[in-house]
């Protein structure tokens, strides 16, 4: 996935891959261990936010 918004100049310049690779994965890892006490839309918003920061604009 952010290999392919890296493709079509979607991320932001300078953006370590690898890096951003493996927050994106703890973050999922987080939210999918915080299932029980929060909201599948409070999910959306917390990774709708995430990769809106990593785009470019």
Known sequence: ML???RE????????DLDV???R???LLDGL?????????ESM???LRRHLESLRAP
């Open 24 to 26: 994106l994965a703890a």
């Open 8 to 15: 079509s100049d979607g991320l932001l310049d300078g953006l």
């Open 3 to 5: 290999d392919g918004a």
């Open 44 to 46: 959306r918003a917390v």
């Open 32 to 40: 999918a261990l915080a299932g029980a006490r929060t909201s599948p």
């Open 20 to 22: 951003e690779t493996e």
